[in-house]
């Protein structure tokens, strides 16, 4: 079955930067595209990226200025993705989320990671 | 950047009522959307792809609607479990942006 299983909880203080890894199994890596989404506490879901598991290829949200980057381990099938310059407001639940598809093109999340807190605190 | 926007915010209900959640996109995203479930503490579960399409496993209650720009997801009975908040998504174009969520309570 489908596993995509997140790291733990981390707590950074401003400024510092946070990788947040995802491995997968159950499935090949390579053929399904990761995103990385993540919610702030009692807040509605926020995309930030993704990454072509098969390339390498990445495309991230503007929100995040350059701060965020996902790669991809392919021997491990793992994602990571890395925020900098972190701020308070950076405090979140961040979830990967493997991409299906139909046979016409409409995507959609249909794996979720369990989830890695990430703390953000002087 | 296209926006979701879903209504109610949040609605009471009891065991047994029909439920119906409205999304609305900002331009027509063709039937590039998604509904998801999430409970407190969990990651959001995968209901509906296409608008209307019923992901693998998930009861027949549930039921989606809608092209354009205006979308429905239906429970026709509400079941104990399905007390949690809805999210639509839209993958027509990145950024792929959230509805801001609709919370079932029980009434």
């Known amino acids: 079955q489908v596993q995509l299983v997140q790291s733990g909880a981390e707590v950074k203080k401003p400024g510092a930067s946070v990788r947040v890894s995802c491995k997968a199994s159950g499935y090949t890596f390579n053929n399904y595209a990761m995103h990385w989404v993540r919610q702030a506490p009692g807040q509605g879901l926020e995309w930030m990226g993704w990454i072509n598991a098969d390339n390498g290829d990445t495309k991230y949200s503007q929100n995040f200025q350059g701060r965020v980057t996902i790669t991809r381990d392919t021997s491990a099938s793992t994602t990571y993705m890395e925020l900098s310059s972190l701020k308070s407001d950076d405090t979140a639940v961040y979830y990967c989320?493997?991409?299906?598809?139909?046979?016409?093109?409409?995507?959609?999340?249909?794996?979720w990671g369990q989830g890695a807190l990430v703390t953000v605190s002087s | 950047d296209i926006q979701m926007t879903q209504s109610p915010s949040s609605l009471s209900a009891s065991v047994g009522d029909r439920v119906t959640i409205t999304c609305r996109a900002s331009q027509s995203i063709s039937s590039y959307l998604n509904w998801y479930q999430q409970k407190p503490g969990k990651a959001p579960k995968f209901l509906i792809y296409a608008a209307s399409s019923l992901q693998s496993g998930v009861p027949s209650r549930f039921s989606g609607s809608g092209f354009g720009t205006d979308f429905t997801l239906t429970i026709s009975s509400l079941q104990p479990e399905d007390f949690a908040t809805y999210y639509c998504?839209?993958?027509?174009?990145?950024?792929?942006?959230f509805g801001q969520g609709t919370k079932v309570e029980i009434k």
């Open positions: 998504q839209q993958s027509y174009s990145t950024p792929w942006t």
């Open positions: 989320a493997r991409v299906g598809a139909t046979t016409i093109g409409i995507y959609f999340f249909d794996y």
